[in-house]
């Protein structure tokens, strides 16, 4: 069965880090791309990263260009992403989730997603 499982979410300050992973099974990571997802009540879902093997290509939103990194462990099949000098605009449930090739913004592109994990930066 393919699984997608997020962690690393919780409470942090304003400046902040906080690393996500997104733990994979049921298919070879290397074949697909890996994308994070984020959605605040009365928001959007928007694309924050994305990771693939098979093109090679990492992308970023804009608003987190310079503060967030993903990564990825094939060993581990598991990618991260580590967000650094959090902001509260930055508060969402972050998804991960997996499309076969390359990277999309698209949401709807993807075809499993994980059940999210809740970053939360305030105070």
């Known amino acids: 069965q393919v699984q997608l499982m997020e962690s690393g979410g919780g409470l942090v300050q304003p400046g902040g880090s906080l690393r996500l992973s997104c733990a994979a099974s049921g298919f070879t990571l290397d074949y697909y791309a890996i994308g994070w997802f984020r959605q605040a009540p009365g928001k959007e879902r928007e694309g924050v990263s994305c990771?693939?093997?098979?093109?090679?290509?990492?992308n970023y939103a804009d608003s987190v260009k310079g503060r967030f990194t993903i990564s990825r462990d094939n060993a581990k099949n598991t990618v991260y992403l580590q967000m650094n000098s959090l902001k509260p605009e930055d508060t969402a449930n972050y998804y991960c989730?997996?499309?076969?090739?390359?990277?999309?913004?698209?949401?709807?592109?993807?075809?499993?997603w994980g059940q999210g994990t809740q970053v939360t930066v305030s105070s």
């Open positions: 990771i693939s093997s098979g093109e090679g290509s990492i």
């Open positions: 989730a997996q499309k076969p090739g390359g990277c999309s913004d698209s949401f709807r592109r993807y075809e499993y």
